[in-house]
């Protein structure tokens, strides 16, 4: 119960801190503006990571944030066991899937294939720190086009001594040390921020999708 | 505690929507059913996404993209097919985009 507490908490803060920066949009949105995606099928993130947690870890945090854009998001364990009925186990396999085939079988507008870079203890100078880092691209399934491509990366030590990354960073840093301690794995919880930080509609970022009421009223 | 209530105003200072959905433990669920530390039996997760649900309900609030399918998930695993069905048509009703997934899940368990 403390866990979903703070979770939201944590959320709510890495919102309040995506909305509040601001920086130029510099991206060409022409493809994913003529192509409206409704649904996005997310496949299970490829691991370049010593870390075999990373791939589910990470999947199971991309629903909220990619749903709160106004987006359908397919059941992410249901499409990865689809999958593996079809002898497809791993994410690197399932990333080979013809977007038509993924049409196909689940409906999708769009398919978002992730990759996650680091996952874990990144050893410093003087400390270490959990850093989770992942990139992303979201493909049309009809005409093949990409719609956006971005990266995020997010770690507990924000705003540490060290970083020296203020207000705002120290209250990531005791938020997330704090769900961190409870949950175990401490990558999950840097997971979700990063998650956050790479998918939430933001400057750069996805825009808002139809199922949002702000869904072609905001400039990202 | 500080902390929190400084996380508070700051996100009321910046101007932000509610969240659309009301997630429940979903997720966290999600995360259960891959994780090796915290692997939560599905008659468990069913407890838990239930009684988010009547919560949700309580509050007239929706509940996320993908969480009846997965309920229906959940209910097959452990043989209950009919609320499994049930479920997945559920998922169906609330988002029309999940219609030709949801109908070939339900054409496969209808069918083996």
Same mark, same amino acid.
């Given at each position: 119960?403390?866990?979903?507490? =703070?979770?939201? =908490? ?9 909305? =509040? ?155 997330v040390k704090q769900v961190a301690s409870s949950v175990g794995d401490q990558g999950h919880t840097v997971a979700h921020v990063t998650s956050q930080r790479l998918l939430q509609v933001r400057p750069n970022g996805l825009l808002y999708g139809p199922l949002s009421p702000f869904y072609e009223k905001t400039e990202p | 505690m500080i902390l929190l209530v400084l996380a508070t105003a700051m996100v009321a200072g ?73 479920? @997945? ?5 609330? @988002? ?7 109908? @070939? ?8």
């Open positions: 119960m403390l866990t979903a507490y =703070c979770r939201t =908490c944590l959320l709510a803060l890495v919102l309040a801190l995506g909305g =509040c920066a601001a920086s130029s949009s510099n991206i060409d949105y022409t493809a994913f503006r003529e192509s409206k995606p409704r649904s996005i099928l997310v496949l299970p993130p490829l691991n370049n990571t010593p870390d075999v947690r990373a791939t589910y870890s990470f999947l199971s945090t991309v629903t909220q944030p990619l749903a709160e854009d106004g987006y359908y998001v397919f059941p992410v364990v249901l499409v990865d066991q689809t999958f593996k009925e079809n002898g497809l186990i791993n994410a690197g396999e399932i990333h080979e899937v013809s977007l038509a085939k993924l049409r196909e079988i689940f409906g999708a507008d769009a398919t978002l294939y992730i990759t996650v870079t680091q996952y874990g203890p990144a050893y410093m100078l003087l400390n270490s720190q959990i850093r989770v880092s992942a990139n992303a691209k979201l493909m049309d399934n009809r005409t093949g086009q990409l719609l956006w491509s971005g990266a995020a990366t997010a770690s507990d030590s924000e705003g540490g001594n060290n970083s020296g990354g203020g207000l705002m960073g120290a209250l990531v840093y005791a938020l | 910046c101007e932000r929507k509610h969240l659309l959905y009301e997630w429940g433990s979903y997720e966290d669920q999600v995360y259960a059913t891959y994780s090796d530390t915290g692997k939560v039996p599905p008659e468990q997760q069913i407890e838990e996404l239930e009684r988010d649900y009547q919560v949700a309900r309580s509050e007239n609030r929706p509940v996320p993209p993908g969480y009846h399918a997965y309920l229906g998930y959940l209910y097959y695993q452990i043989g209950k097919v009919d609320q499994s069905l049930q479920s @997945f048509e559920t998922e169906k009703q609330l @988002f029309p985009e999940s219609k030709k997934y949801m109908d @070939f899940l339900i054409s496969r368990m209808t069918h083996t």
